[in-house]
């Protein structure tokens, strides 16, 4: 695999990851609603409730997410480019010994 393929190939990985992160506490709140609903009693304002608790949580943990990867990112692309930039000062060096 190349390498030119990695940054991009881990920008996807954020994306999708960063959607998944979103949606699963969205999902668990709207799954808590329905069964404190069904099975407890609960009124149907329980929806909104644990809906909107839902979207916060999940729009802090995926901000929270992005912004670590794509520190680490940065760090995987800077390392990429020193070793790229040693290996060619090494390729000039061993043609002038020669």
């Known amino acids: ?12 990985n954020i994306v999708v990851q960063a959607i998944f992160d979103f949606c699963t ?3 668990l709140g709207l799954l808590g609603a329905w069964l404190l609903s069904e099975k407890a009693g609960v009124g149907g304002w329980i929806y909104a409730l644990l809906a909107t608790l839902g ?7 995926m901000c929270k997410f992005i912004l670590r990867s794509m520190s680490a990112l940065e ?3 800077k390392q990429n480019a020193e070793k790229e930039t040693g290996q060619k000062e090494e390729t000039k060096g061993d043609s002038r010994e020669r």
Not at 55 to 61: H, K, P, Q, R, T
């Open 1 to 12: 695999m190349k390498k030119g393929w990695i940054s991009p190939l881990y920008v996807l």
């Open 25 to 27: 506490p969205i999902a």
């Open 75 to 77: 760090r995987l692309e």
């Open 55 to 61: 979207v916060l949580i999940g729009f802090f943990s």
